[in-house]
Each structure stands twice: as C-alpha cells, then as structure tokens.
C-alpha cells in the first residue's frame, strides 16, 4: 500500500497552482497528516556500494547481489524482501554489463511497477504517475538535451522482453522525477542516500512558510504539521531552504521548479532585511561600499572555504573562517546570511577537530541568528539548535548544552517524531545532560573532577580523595 491513511486529505484546484491537497480536518503541531511508501526508489550511484538498495541504510560491509554485482544489502533478509523490485533490474545490469545512472534506474524502476500495477497501488494513492507534472515545455535546451541523452541510455537498458514503452512516456517520466524526485536519507536522517518518487507528496505544493515538513522514518516518509491547520487549509512545504532572500529562493524554484514563487514571504520580501543586516553601532551603520566589499570578500571566502573542505584540509577551513569573522563582525548583523555560514562552518570544523570551546562560541552566535530567521518549528532549525548542544556539552559548558538539547528536542519532536532515529538519540542526550546538571547544581568541583577524569581516564578526585566508581 502506498499510502496508510489519507482521510484527512482531498485534492482541490489550488488556482495558479494546479492542483492541490487540502485537509479536511483540524490538525496540531506533530501530527502525521499522512504517511506513504514511495512508488519506485533506488540508491545514489555515488552512495551505491555504501547503502543497503532496499531499506537504505548505510552499511560497512554490505551483502552484495551475486547476479548483478551491482546491489548491495545489509544483509539476506534485506535481499529477499528487496528481490520482487529487483529481479528485474537484475537482469537488465546483468545483460548491459553495468549499472545506468539513477535516473535511469528509477524510471525503469516506475515502469516495471507500472506494468505489475498499472500505475495505482492502492485506493489511497490520490493521483496517477501520468497526470503529474513533466514541465518538459519549460525545459531549457541544455536540460532537454540532458534528458535525451538520459532517455537513450534507458533504451539501452531496457529489456527488450518487457514491455515497449513510447519516448513521449519516457520523457514524461523523466521529468517527472527531475521536478518531484525526492531525497532519501539514511537511518540517522543526517545523510542523502537516494532518490524516490511518492505520488501523493508530488501534489503538496510550495510556500517558502509552510505549514508542513517532509521527513524520512524507516520505510516511508510522513508529512508532519508544524502547527495548528484548519480544516480546509492547504498543505504546503517548502520546496528550497528558507535561508536565502526571496529573489534567490524564487531564482532556485524557477531553475528547478519552473514556478514563479508568489508566497506572501517572497511577495512581500519578509526577512530580507534580516538576512542582509549591517551592524548598527548608536545609530552609525557602515558605508555602501564597506558593506559591499566585505559581501565580495565574503563570498570569495565562502568558495575558498568549501574548496579546503572537499580536499580534507581542515586547518585550513578554521584559518579562513576566521579571517573572514574579523572583517564581517564589524560590519554584518547578527543574522546576516553570509556570516551565519561562516559560522556555520567554522563551528562544525572546530568541533570535528576537538576544539569544542571556541566551536561552542560559533554554534551559540549561529542558533541566535537561525532563530530570528526560521520558523520556529523548522527541522534544519532544530538539527542546528542539537548540534549546538552537543558542541557545547563537549565543550563542558553543561547548563548551556542542556536548554539547547532540550529546544532542539521540543522541535523535532514535532518535526520527526517520537520514534525517529534522531528523535531517540536526542532523548539519550537529554536524559545524560539533565543527570549532569544535576550533579554540577549540587557540586560543581566534583562534577568538574567526574568530567575531566573520564575525558582523560584518570581517577576521579575530590578533596584530595580519589572517588570510587563502580563498572
């Protein structure tokens, strides 16, 4: 079955939009408006020898397919339930010798699940894969020559013992998944693994405020309210990252989603004074060309930044995110979008080299900002606020890392739920800090003695006195 339940669901003629899915029922922040299993999803090919091909969990040592020598699983159990999808496949890699891209895939993944169930799985699907959107008319001549290089590689593919599909289809299908595709992560939710098409999230449409998130528990994706939505309301998400200013966000939806955004947050250009703050000392702001040669600077650091990361040269990262906070603090706002990636970055660099105090520092500056901007329940909002907490856990600053453990986990557990991987691990976290809280209340030295004893495995002391523990 596709979908669990969608009896809070109907789709309604959404104007400009098209179509559109509206609730029929007063929801509340967290609940799962509807769940659905995708129609057809593989791997990413650069993730495929990492990743299990049917549950999409990321595995050090896969059981690989004997046949294909292309699929991998976590283990014999994952292989069977996964070999009704993949026999096919199977055969076809087997024939041609090698794997297609992952498009390719999944478009002859959709067909052959087309051809078994002609196109609705069960009676809860709202749409079929013919009447959703291919925006081929609005293609630009490189994407369209892309796309046919894609389709002829599928013929390549393609059985010749199945069925015959028309290229129309075919390139309907393709465009299909280049405008409704969606990221699969892996178990931790931290990771893009894959890509899946899903029928009846293809019909929720975009506002860059939504009232709904997407997210990936094992097997399905929920679509999980944020807030109060009366009945009648639409169901939105969000098809881009919040944090860019509307004409950047309406230029990525265009490129990717061929729509003009017309959302009140981008008609009205709401936070873009934020995300483009200058400071304001008593009243002086900085020069026009301060302001624009500190935004050049900015963004040419921002290159540099990410060219020393791909090449694993941390150091390096830490030096020039550094270089560029001495020349943005004295002219950028707190919320200023070229200055929280700064931070962004520099706090997960340092963290990852140890250096959790001035990390602390950095992720503290970024959540102040994340929150100005975000809606309050947001899921990138909440991953940034949890790892702020843990940033600052490490770093023993233990009242600060349990508030933001704890408002990290007031939002995820709307956004991800109570069973969610991450969900789980954060309750760990939460229950951990708040016994440590306690004992640093109680007494500070002896919490203090505790912390550094385990971080180097000495004994513990307090007054001169070695404090016994027990295994």
């Not at 309604?12 to 999803?41: H, I, N, P, Q, Y």
């Not at 046919?148 to 199945?162: A, E, G, L, R």
């Not at 409704?180 to 931290?190: C, E, I, K």
């Not at 520092?361 to 102040?368: F, K, L, T």
């Amino acid at each position: 079955m596709t979908v669990e339940k969608m009896d809070p669901v109907e789709v309604f003629a959404a104007g400009e939009k098209g179509r559109g899915l509206r609730v029929t029922k007063e929801m509340s922040a967290g609940d799962v408006v509807f769940a659905e299993a995708s129609f057809a999803a593989v791997v990413f090919d650069s993730l495929s020898l990492q990743v299990c091909h049917s549950c999409f969990r990321r595995q050090a040592n896969p059981h690989r397919c004997a046949q294909c020598k292309f699929a991998y699983y976590c283990d014999r159990t994952c292989q069977r339930a996964a070999w009704d999808e993949h026999k096919q496949e199977c055969s076809a890699i087997k024939k041609i010798g090698k794997a297609p891209n992952e498009n390719v895939r999944l478009v002859a993944r959709i067909l052959w699940r087309i051809q078994k169930d002609t196109g609705l799985v069960s009676d809860a699907q709202l749409t079929t894969l013919d009447l959703l959107e291919d925006h081929l008319s609005k293609m630009s001549p490189e994407d369209l020559k892309e796309l046919k290089v894609d389709v002829q590689h599928f013929y390549n593919y393609w059985p010749k013992k199945s069925k015959p599909v028309g290229e129309d289809y075919v390139s309907h299908l393709f465009g299909v998944i280049n405008c409704n595709g969606f990221t699969l992560s892996d178990q931790r939710g931290l990771q893009a693994v894959g890509v899946g098409l899903f029928p009846n999230l293809c019909l929720v449409n975009h506002d860059c405020w939504p009232n709904c998130t997407v997210i990936l528990n094992p097997g399905k994706i929920e679509l999980r309210a944020l807030g109060k939505i009366s009945e009648g309301e639409e169901l939105t998400v969000s098809y881009v990252d919040f944090l860019n200013v509307s004409k950047d966000r309406q230029r990525l939806l265009k490129q990717q989603y061929y729509f003009d955004c017309k959302c009140e947050h981008c008609t009205s250009g709401i936070k873009d004074d934020l995300m483009t703050a200058v400071r304001d000392t008593d009243g002086h702001k900085p020069s026009a060309d301060v302001v624009k040669a500190v935004t050049d600077f900015s963004l040419q650091a921002l290159v540099k930044i990410e060219e020393a990361r791909t090449k694993g040269n941390f150091h390096e990262v830490v030096k020039i995110c550094r270089e560029s906070l001495e020349k943005q603090d004295p002219v950028f706002g707190g919320t200023n979008l070229h200055l929280l990636r700064v931070l962004s970055t520099a706090s997960e660099v340092l963290s990852f080299l140890q250096q959790f105090t001035e990390a602390a520092g950095y992720a503290q500056r970024m959540v102040d900002g994340y929150t100005k901007l975000y809606h309050p329940n947001n899921a990138q909002l909440g991953m940034a606020i949890m790892r702020a907490g843990v940033t600052h856990w490490h770093a023993g600053l233990i009242e600060a890392a349990h508030g933001l453990i704890c408002s990290a986990y007031a939002i995820l557990i709307i956004t991800h739920g109570a069973h969610h991987p991450i969900t789980k691990d954060l309750e760990v976290i939460r229950t951990q800090t708040e016994m440590e809280l306690c004992l640093f209340k109680q007494n500070e030295l002896v919490y203090r003695s505790m912390r550094e004893a385990v971080l180097s495995d000495k004994p513990m002391m307090h007054a001169g006195e070695q404090i016994k523990t027990t295994s």
